[in-house]
């Protein structure tokens, strides 16, 4: 029911290890962002990434109105929609070159607050990470 999706954006992905920045609304976050409103630490892993990785998608497919986009060995770009207007979040996860660390954004779309939803899914998914074992 995707009454608010916007537009997907053209911009995603990794850039000299460096994921899209968080735009300047406070409805975004992102692992790689220099100020305290739109910071979060990235996600961690004790595994392989190919094994953390697969673990993540497990994750996110399980995850209800939610759909993976684009996934490569250190990329995965999945779309988030909301239940009640379908606003759709971006969301992107960039697992850094021998660190253990996955960099992380997620992003609304449209709007300017999202509530500290874009927050919360990022936190959930650490937490659902570090009980899967990874």
Known sequence: MRLLPGKRPTD???????????????????????????????????????????????????????????????????????ALFGFVDDVEFYFEPDSKLVQVRSASRVGRSDFGVNRARIEDIRRRLLESGA
């Open 12 to 82: 995603l992905g990794v850039n000299s290890g460096r994921l899209k920045p968080a735009p300047q609304s406070p409805n975004a976050v992102s692992s790689q962002a220099e100020d305290v409103q739109h910071r979060i630490a990235p996600l961690t892993y004790q595994t392989t990434a190919a094994q953390a990785k697969a673990a993540l998608v497990k994750i996110i497919e399980g995850t209800p109105r939610t759909k993976i986009i684009t996934q490569s060995a250190d990329y995965l770009y999945a779309e988030y929609e909301s």
